[in-house]
């Protein structure tokens, strides 16, 4: 069956450093995979797409990984401040799909001062 | 602009009673979405509108949930008679023709049922 894995657990760091997330996947050929922001009592932001045939993008201090035979994404944030406290989601896109993504549970991240 | 809007932010019914949520979103937006998140699972698809026609609606997860969006704008989504795991945070979500892989969410309906 189709899965896509996050940690659970939250992530704790301190202000300044590099947070790093993990999104695997399993039984997908995603056409695309994105990032969102969810604070709680709020809707999703996106933050990024990373398309099957794309290694790397970035946008400002966020860095997303894609790695299609290792079946992963890491999203990266650095100069971490506790503002980027909240919690990650992975989705992904399907090739001849519809566009619909289908989410991880998300990542908390705690960024302390 | 405003963002994709939800109401009511939060409602509490009994098990067996209806509830409509209403979804307002991006003005000039063709596409519509709803999706659901139940407590401790992630958050899954239920339905796709573009302007006033289903495109799918394989999420939706029994004939006790009924979408429509009139007109093509604004999208209702009604639970009768609801059940006890119908409580979740229920999402809408729009998008542009032509750019349907970038959705704004709205901050959804907590629907708690009793």
């Known amino acids: 069956s189709q899965k896509i894995e996050q940690n659970s657990e939250a992530l704790n760091i301190q202000e300044g450093k590099t947070a790093t997330l993990t999104c695997n996947y399993t039984n997908y050929s995603p056409a695309y995979l994105q990032w969102y922001r969810q604070d709680p009592g709020r809707g999703p932001v996106f933050l990024l797409l990373?398309?099957?045939?794309?290694k790397e993008k970035r946008k400002e201090r966020l860095k997303v990984t894609f790695d299609t035979t290792l079946k992963q994404s890491l999203f990266h944030i650095t100069a971490s401040q506790p503002a980027d406290s909240a919690t990650y989601l992975c989705?992904?896109?399907?090739?001849?799909?519809?566009?619909?993504?289908?989410f991880g549970r998300g990542t908390s991240l705690i960024v302390h001062p | 602009e405003a963002g994709v809007t939800q109401f009511p932010s939060h409602s509490v019914i009994e098990k067996g009673q209806t509830v409509t949520l209403r979804c307002d979103p991006i003005s000039g937006h063709d596409n519509l979405y709803w999706y659901r998140r139940v407590m401790g699972k992630e958050i899954k698809f239920l339905l796709h509108f573009v302007k006033e026609s289903k495109q799918d609606e394989s999420g939706m997860p029994n004939n006790r949930f009924l979408a429509e969006r009139t007109g093509g704008t604004y999208s209702t989504l009604k639970v009768q008679p609801a059940e006890l795991e119908d409580s979740g945070v229920y999402f809408c979500?729009?998008?542009?023709?032509?750019?349907?892989?970038?959705?704004?969410f709205g901050a959804g309906t907590r629907l708690s049922v009793l």
């Open positions: 989705a992904l896109a399907v090739s001849g799909g519809s566009y619909i993504p289908t």
């Open positions: 990373i398309r099957e045939n794309e």
């Open positions: 979500a729009s998008s542009q023709a032509g750019a349907q892989n970038i959705q704004y």
